[in-house]
């Protein structure tokens, strides 16, 4: 079988490269670029905590630990006054400094893209072709054909091509796909610099109107209604601040960002001043500017996001990022979700419904949203005193929560998402399905568990391979291995995980968010709750796992790349036993349920800030990359210069897509996929 083509050797490209040989599937990424990461500083990404352990999975974790930081708390100000201080949970590792738990991740871009690129250098499986820019596309019933410039010119054949080529996706346009949406919803002055601010470690959000920010309204391209300046920090001293901008394409000069910079540091020394007691300011410190520019963030949503064989993932497929909704974080959830399912079809044939669940679940996660980012867009702007209520009955929220909640990964605008409405669902009714705090479709909470070599792991760090089938066994944790392994319920649910027509491991868990004992929990190699069982249910499981991977069509044969990691059913013993009891005196099961079945929302962590989509080039210092980024995403609605190609080949460009394009003007709102999310309390 032909290896996957990859367009684009950006963090998405990357990432969902490394993925791919992880899962022995082959792959060639084709980038018009040298593959040298620019580095800017500036360009940082806050990655949610699921997302960073994903990374961590692939072998970035290193970076992500010397070159990231995880905040110690968000604090939310506003003018002089402190709103909202969130503290990150802490530990103290033997004999380290401590270490925040549940703050996101902040990190340069340049370095995780750096991490993934030396990664997958030492996979065998990948080719990566710099200095190539594809230029046609053309795909039949059995794989897809790339035809490159430059200096690696020639015709590629891939089995299944993934556009991850940035908001100027040529994928895109070549597959005639339309790009509608809002152009420079929000624009950022950035800045990274080292300095020393007031509170150190933590992030913060300061509004504060005719200040920080506000500015005197003067043609600096820096005035405005509503001051807003984030400050997050980096490790090494440095920080990277934002400004939000003014509506408008006002250029942002030098001077002008550098005023700014000095008139932020000389506000938080004065009110670092005044929250100590002290009355008199701070000292403004000194600082070293690093990098700058212009975040310009647009909001934009392909149409479709599978043709036939191709797809597109990352910038190609969306661009978002106001409000702390966070793009790149949302491009790599893209690569997570689209690499174990291509990873199954590459080596045992792709259903139709496995193939296209991959633009059910991302694009109607990121129109989501998208949706929630707009409606609370005007609200947030004009300075109104307004509360809000999201869509769960009795929760107000203030402006500045709802803020907080976007920058830290959490409620609609940056919660990890869920996909209720997945195509690989289980049939609804099935029996012995239990309710758990976790909702089918939705990320599992990252529990501790026990693996089959005995060792205790959390539940995140075994995803990424086949399915997880979770056993919830209080009390086997005071339990040498060797006596619970065989006992109870594990020789049962051993046989049914070798039965499995995916592969699949097996774990334990004390305990599980509103599980009771003897359930059963099925979980995606991403990481999503499938269903929960009540006890063990060879059938039930099998029509799961087989609603995962699409129905029928294709059999689990070799597992070649896949290593099936089930606990053997040898060492299981097979003790025959079905009593639900995991045996032994005051063992498992003796605990009981561990109570309520209610289900809740999302169980995932934390973590957003920033700002994200194509950029602009920064009067100060901006990059060509982000210049070209801005006028790319900025435009119209993606272009089709691949149409009359397309036509003279005489291909259906969307034989297998969707119908013929939106008939909506250019720039017209993203579609409303889902419900209203925010409504006023005067609604
Ligand atoms: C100043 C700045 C600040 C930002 N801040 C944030 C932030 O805080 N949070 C956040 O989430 N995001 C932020 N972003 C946006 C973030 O950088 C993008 O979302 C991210 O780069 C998208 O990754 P990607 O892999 O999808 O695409 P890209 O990074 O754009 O990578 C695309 C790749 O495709 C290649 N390519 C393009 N066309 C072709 C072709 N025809 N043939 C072959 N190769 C091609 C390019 O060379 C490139 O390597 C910021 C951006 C800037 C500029």
Same mark, same amino acid.
């Given at each position: 079988?032909?290896p996957?083509?990859?367009?684009?050797?950006?963090p998405?490209?990357?990432?969902?490269?490394?993925?791919l040989?992880?899962?022995?599937v =082959?792959v060639?990424?084709?980038?018009?670029?040298?593959?040298?990461d620019?580095?800017?500083?500036?360009?940082?990404?806050?990655l949610?905590?699921d997302?960073?352990a994903?990374?961590?999975?692939?072998?970035?974790?290193?970076t992500?630990a010397?070159?990231?930081t995880?905040?110690?708390?968000?604090?939310?100000?506003?003018?002089?006054?402190?709103?909202? &201080?969130?503290a990150?949970?802490?530990?103290?590792?033997?004999?380290?400094a401590?270490?925040?738990?549940?703050?996101?991740?902040?990190?340069?871009q340049?370095?995780?893209?750096?991490?993934?690129r030396?990664?997958?250098?030492?996979?065998?499986?990948?080719?990566?072709?710099?200095?190539?820019?594809?230029?046609?596309?053309?795909?039949?019933e059995?794989?897809?054909?790339?035809?490159?410039r430059?200096?690696?010119?020639?015709?590629w054949r891939?089995?299944?091509?993934?556009g991850?080529?940035?908001?100027?996706?040529?994928?895109r346009?070549?597959?005639?796909? &339309?790009?509608?949406g809002?152009?420079?919803?929000?624009?950022?002055?950035?800045?990274?610099?080292?300095?020393?601010?007031?509170?150190?470690?933590?992030a913060l959000?300061?509004?504060?109107?005719?200040?920080? %920010?506000?500015g005197?309204?003067?043609?600096?391209?820096?005035?405005?209604?509503?001051?807003?300046v984030?400050?997050?920090?980096l490790?090494? %001293?440095?920080?990277?601040?934002d400004?939000?901008?003014?509506?408008?394409?006002?250029?942002?000069?030098?001077?002008?960002l550098?005023?700014?910079? &000095?008139?932020?540091l000389?506000?938080?020394?004065?009110?670092?001043?005044?929250?100590?007691g002290?009355?008199?300011?701070?000292?403004?410190?000194?600082?070293?500017?690093l990098?700058?520019?212009?975040?310009?963030v647009?909001?934009?949503?392909a149409k479709?996001?599978?043709?036939?064989?191709?797809?597109?993932?990352g910038?190609?497929?969306?661009?978002?990022?106001a409000?702390?909704?966070?793009g790149?974080?949302?491009g790599?959830?893209?690569?997570?979700n *689209?690499?174990?399912?291509?990873g199954?079809?590459?080596?045992?044939g792709?259903?139709?419904?496995l193939?296209?669940?991959?633009?059910?679940?991302?694009?109607?996660?990121?129109?989501?949203?998208?949706?929630?980012?707009?409606?609370?867009l005007?609200?947030l702007?004009?300075?109104? /005193?307004?509360?809000?209520?999201?869509?769960?009955?009795?929760?107000?929220r203030?402006?500045?929560?709802?803020?907080?909640?976007?920058?830290l990964?959490r409620?609609?605008?940056?919660?990890?998402?869920s996909?209720?409405?997945?195509?690989?669902a289980t049939?609804?009714?099935?029996?012995g399905?239990?309710?758990?705090?976790?909702?089918?479709?939705?990320?599992?909470?990252?529990?501790?568990?026990?693996?089959?070599?005995?060792?205790?792991v959390?539940?995140?760090d075994?995803?990424?391979?086949?399915?997880?089938?979770v056993?919830?066994?209080?009390g086997?944790?005071?339990?040498d291995?060797?006596?619970?392994q065989?006992?109870?319920?594990?020789?049962?649910?051993?046989?049914?995980?070798? /039965?499995?027509?995916?592969?699949?491991?097996i774990?334990?868990?004390?305990?599980?968010?509103g599980?009771?004992?003897?359930?059963?929990l099925v979980?995606?190699p991403?990481?999503?709750?499938?269903?929960?069982?009540?006890?063990?249910r060879?059938?039930?499981?099998?029509?799961?796992?087989d609603?995962?991977?699409?129905?029928?069509?294709?059999?689990?044969g070799?597992?070649a790349?896949?290593?099936?990691?089930?606990?053997?059913?040898?060492a299981?013993?097979g003790?025959?036993?079905?009593s639900?009891?995991?045996?032994?005196?005051g063992?498992a099961g003796?605990?009981?349920?561990?109570?309520?079945?209610?289900?809740?929302?999302?169980t995932?962590?934390?973590g957003?800030?920033?700002?994200s989509?194509?950029?602009?080039?920064?009067g100060?210092s901006?990059?060509?990359g982000?210049?070209?980024?801005?006028h790319?995403g900025g435009?119209?609605?993606?272009?089709?210069?691949?149409a009359?190609?397309?036509?003279? &080949?005489?291909?259906?460009? %969307?034989?297998r897509g969707?119908?013929?394009?939106?008939?909506r003007?250019?720039?017209?709102?993203?579609? =409303? *996929?889902?419900?209203?999310?925010?409504?006023?309390?005067?609604?």
């Amino acid at each position: 079988m032909d290896p996957v083509i990859i367009v684009g050797a950006g963090p998405v490209g990357l990432c969902l490269a490394l993925s791919l040989t992880r899962r022995g599937v =082959p792959v060639v990424v084709l980038d018009e670029s040298d593959g040298q990461d620019e580095i800017r500083p500036a360009r940082t990404a806050v990655l949610r905590q699921d997302t960073a352990a994903a990374l961590a999975r692939l072998g970035c974790g290193d970076t992500l630990a010397s070159e990231g930081t995880r905040w110690t708390a968000w604090r939310t100000m506003r003018r002089r006054r402190l709103v909202d &201080r969130v503290a990150f949970a802490s530990r103290i590792p033997d004999d380290a400094a401590p270490v925040a738990l549940d703050s996101p991740l902040h990190l340069p871009q340049h370095a995780l893209t750096r991490a993934l690129r030396a990664a997958l250098a030492q996979e065998k499986l990948a080719q990566i072709a710099t200095g190539s820019r594809l230029a046609e596309l053309e795909q039949d019933e059995h794989g897809v054909s790339a035809h490159t410039r430059g200096s690696n010119g020639t015709w590629w054949r891939g089995s299944y091509l993934v556009g991850c080529d940035g908001p100027r996706s040529t994928v895109r346009k070549l597959l005639e796909i &339309r790009f509608p949406g809002r152009t420079a919803v929000e624009r950022h002055a950035v800045a990274a610099l080292r300095t020393e601010l007031p509170w150190p470690g933590e992030a913060l959000l300061h509004r504060s109107p005719g200040r920080h %920010g506000g500015g005197s309204g003067t043609s600096t391209g820096f005035g405005g209604p509503v001051g807003e300046v984030s400050a997050r920090p980096l490790p090494d %001293g440095v920080w990277r601040l934002d400004w939000l901008l003014p509506p408008g394409r006002e250029l942002v000069t030098p001077d002008a960002l550098v005023a700014r910079v &000095r008139e932020s540091l000389a506000g938080w020394a004065a009110d670092a001043g005044e929250e100590s007691g002290r009355g008199a300011a701070l000292p403004v410190p000194p600082y070293a500017l690093l990098d700058t520019g212009v975040h310009t963030v647009h909001h934009r949503l392909a149409k479709t996001w599978r043709r036939g064989r191709a797809f597109l993932a990352g910038d190609a497929a969306h661009l978002l990022g106001a409000l702390g909704t966070q793009g790149l974080d949302e491009g790599l959830r893209d690569a997570g979700n *689209l690499a174990w399912k291509l990873g199954l079809a590459w080596h045992h044939g792709g259903s139709e419904t496995l193939l296209d669940s991959y633009q059910a679940e991302r694009r109607d996660a990121v129109a989501a949203r998208l949706r929630a980012t707009d409606q609370a867009l005007p609200l947030l702007r004009d300075g109104r /005193a307004v509360r809000w209520r999201t869509v769960l009955p009795g929760v107000a929220r203030g402006q500045s929560a709802l803020l907080t909640d976007g920058h830290l990964g959490r409620g609609p605008l940056g919660a990890p998402p869920s996909y209720p409405r997945t195509p690989l669902a289980t049939p609804t009714g099935q029996p012995g399905t239990v309710a758990v705090g976790t909702r089918p479709g939705a990320p599992v909470a990252d529990v501790p568990v026990t693996a089959g070599d005995g060792s205790v792991v959390r539940l995140r760090d075994r995803l990424g391979h086949g399915l997880l089938v979770v056993l919830v066994a209080p009390g086997t944790g005071v339990w040498d291995r060797r006596h619970w392994q065989s006992a109870g319920l594990m020789p049962q649910l051993t046989a049914a995980a070798e /039965a499995l027509p995916m592969p699949a491991e097996i774990l334990v868990t004390e305990s599980y968010p509103g599980a009771p004992a003897h359930t059963v929990l099925v979980v995606r190699p991403d990481g999503h709750l499938v269903t929960a069982h009540s006890g063990v249910r060879p059938a039930e499981l099998s029509a799961c796992a087989d609603a995962v991977r699409g129905g029928g069509g294709f059999a689990y044969g070799d597992g070649a790349g896949y290593g099936r990691r089930a606990w053997g059913a040898g060492a299981a013993g097979g003790s025959g036993s079905s009593s639900g009891e995991l045996g032994g005196s005051g063992g498992a099961g003796a605990l009981g349920a561990l109570g309520g079945a209610g289900s809740s929302g999302p169980t995932g962590s934390s973590g957003a800030a920033g700002t994200s989509g194509a950029a602009e080039a920064a009067g100060a210092s901006g990059g060509p990359g982000d210049s070209a980024a801005c006028h790319d995403g900025g435009g119209d609605d993606g272009g089709n210069g691949g149409a009359e190609r397309a036509a003279a &080949r005489g291909e259906g460009a %969307g034989a297998r897509g969707e119908g013929p394009g939106d008939p909506r003007p250019a720039g017209a709102a993203v579609d =409303p *996929l889902v419900a209203p999310v925010f409504h006023s309390e005067g609604d």
